[in-house]
């Protein structure tokens, strides 16, 4: 059984300081793992995403996530916060490729001034 | 990259109505849609995986007689949430995958949806 567990479900950096989001998953199978972004009363905005080959992944906004299967992990960083980067971030596993998601918690992500 | 919109995107009914949320993909064929649900300040979950011309598969805990979902076509899903009461207020988000060379997974805006 596919499971994600975010620890934190509040962060709260300093603009330009390192932003780093906790992502651990559970999978009876290879993962697929995700990072999306929401914004208040809003969808989901796909950041990256990890399927296979390079373990370090690039995303959108300068985030990239590192899939570390030994650890189970797969967190979120970047190296700046920017003001604009205040939302609820999403973890996600899917099982056997683009099939169910699996989301865990959420953290929100607060950039002081 | 892929489109998938919902209509509406706010609906408000009174409770013991029945309201209808659609889900397009606007550019591309979706072999499977899928159903979420998000309560206030927590996480998606997964409502219903449906497949073009066959009946959906709901989760565990979910009433397949309370939430109705159609996938009639490659471009639409629609779910009913029927005598819609105040505990069926939520978000509900849809996504859309596409087969073929482009097997990924993509995500509506999501319908707010406020039963009276």
């Known amino acids: 059984a596919q499971s994600v567990t975010q620890l934190g479900s509040h962060v709260s950096v300093s603009e330009g300081a390192l932003v780093l989001l906790r992502c651990n998953y559970s999978s009876s199978v290879p993962p697929y793992l995700f990072w999306y972004v929401q914004y208040p009363n809003q969808g989901l905005q796909l950041l990256l995403k990890?399927?296979?080959?390079?373990?370090l992944v690039k995303g959108i906004n300068g985030f990239e996530a590192e899939f570390k299967k030994s650890e189970t992990s797969f967190h979120l960083t970047k190296p700046s916060a920017h003001m604009s980067d205040a939302a609820e971030y999403f973890c996600?596993?899917?099982?056997?490729?683009?099939?169910?998601?699996?989301f865990g918690s959420g953290t929100k992500l607060n950039v002081k001034p | 990259g892929a489109v998938v919109s919902q209509h509406p995107s706010r609906v408000i009914c009174k409770s013991g109505t029945s309201v209808k949320i659609e889900c397009r993909s606007l550019d591309f064929q979706a072999t499977t849609m899928f159903w979420y649900r998000q309560f206030p300040k927590q996480s998606l979950m997964l409502m219903a995986t449906s497949n073009e011309g066959s009946k959906a598969t709901y989760e565990q805990g979910v009433e397949k007689d309370k939430f109705l979902i159609n996938h009639a076509s490659l471009t639409l899903s629609t779910l009913t949430v029927t005598s819609a009461h105040p505990e069926d207020s939520s978000f509900y988000i849809c996504?859309?995958?596409?087969?073929?060379?482009?097997?990924?997974?993509?995500f509506g805006p999501g319908t707010r949806l406020t039963v009276l």
């Open positions: 996600a596993v899917s099982e056997g490729g683009f099939n169910k998601f699996y």
């Open positions: 996504s859309a995958r596409s087969g073929g060379a482009i097997n990924e997974q993509f």
């Open positions: 990890y399927t296979t080959g390079a373990t």
